[in-house]
């Protein structure tokens, strides 16, 4: 990760404690006690550029910290006390500057999936309406640690009154709707495949991927950590398989593990802006590829324009929403619509679909 438009680590995580971290008063003390700290920002110098990054070593400490190594680091975010947190994460820095690096250097940040449900879930059970199918086997590209494949595990609550999923849940989302359109209420069909494809994926059955993950949420975000913790317990219960691999290379073997009869959907959910043109349109070419032999559904989620095929609908790139696509692949024919817009990492969401007849 880049050090950003300052010119000093200093600058850096100054900025990043007054400003990115505003509402984090926990990091924002924190952050501001290592840029103050010439001994701290020369401990942080001893990480490669890339991974210097206050939220790349503040998740390394905290990640420490969850692991019981930094006692007093620990106590104090329990305490949600920010001068006893500064004051022991400096400490912690200078007393253990090998482990926070080699953290840093061994883990990419991860980034919590929560909220995204809310948006596949209509999407995907149109795509299964379509074709008519009564079982789908979802395979998510980027998948992190899977847990968008629980998404028909988890209740979903909307501004407008309506409900999917599983009201039982120990998982509950919410999603503002934008518009007057209302979502469409056909429930998921079974699933009876969950696949997940990514680079480095996180199994959440593995007890130091499960704590890095929630080490990668601030300590005072007291509703994300439970959330997250209850996102991993759940699917805990049920793993998916995960593949190791590049999204365009590891599709065919994600194919097979969809028993016949079911019908494939493959979800991404901004992460087919981390691929290159290039290879997002080989990507495509792998769907249409997979569809000579069954019906594929592609659900995407992604900036405008960054999903190949799917509409723009007249909006422009980084307009600070994204696009929710869905694109059926049947022998050589492909069909690709724009279904919805969404805004805040699904939070807020338009649907743009037309009602069944």
């Known amino acids: 990760m880049l050090m950003g438009r300052a010119r000093t680590p200093a600058q ?21 006690a290592l840029s103050e700290s010439d001994e701290a920002l020369r401990a942080i110098e001893a990480a490669p550029a890339r991974k210097r990054h206050p ?25 949600g006390d920010g001068d006893a947190a500064a004051e022991a994460a400096v400490d912690t820095l200078l007393r253990m500057t090998d482990s926070v690096v080699a953290i840093a250097v061994r883990r990419p940040l991860r980034t919590n ?34 847990l968008n494949l629980n ?24 999603a503002k709707i934008v518009g007057d359109r ?21 199994d959440v059955t593995d007890a130091d991927e499960a704590r890095w993950m929630r080490a990668c949420v601030w300590p005072d975000q007291l509703e994300q950590v439970a959330r997250l913790d209850a996102e991993l ?6 793993p ?48 249409d590829e997979a569809a000579t032999g069954r019906t594929v559904a592609l659900v995407s989620v992604e900036g405008v324009g960054v999903a190949p095929s799917i509409p723009t609908l007249g909006d422009r790139r980084a307009s600070g929403h994204s ?29 743009l679909a037309d009602p069944p007849a």
């Open 113 to 146: 999936e929560a909220g995204r449900c809310a948006v596949l879930y209509p999407a995907i059970a149109e795509a299964a309406r379509r074709v008519g199918a009564d079982a789908i086997g979802l395979i998510d590209v980027g998948c992190s640690a899977g």
């Open 240 to 287: 998916p398989l995960l593949i190791q691999g590049d999204a365009v290379e590891a599709l065919p073997d994600a194919f097979v593990q969809v028993p016949a009869g079911a019908l494939p959907v493959v979800t991404t959910t901004w992460s087919l802006s981390r691929l290159s043109l290039e290879s997002r349109l080989r990507f495509l070419h792998r769907l």
């Open 55 to 79: 939220t790349v070593i503040l998740a390394a400490l905290h990640d420490l910290a969850l692991a019981g190594r930094a006692p007093e680091l620990a106590a104090a975010y329990a305490a």
């Open 151 to 174: 998404v028909d595990r988890v209740g979903i609550s909307y501004s407008n009154g309506q409900s999917l999923g599983d009201p039982s849940s120990p998982v509950q989302q919410s």
């Open 323 to 351: 696009i929710i696509g869905l694109a059926g692949f049947d022998h050589s024919t492909m069909r690709a619509e724009a279904i919805g817009r969404c805004w805040s990492q699904g939070r807020l969401l338009a649907w």
């Open 233 to 238: 317990a759940l699917a805990a219960t049920a």
């Open 12 to 32: 850096v995580y100054r900025h990043f404690g007054e400003v990115d971290a505003a509402q984090s008063p926990l990091y924002e003390r924190v952050a501001v």
């Open 182 to 202: 209302a979502l469409p209420t056909r429930a998921m069909p079974e699933v009876v495949a969950r696949v997940g494809v990514d680079l480095d994926p996180v």
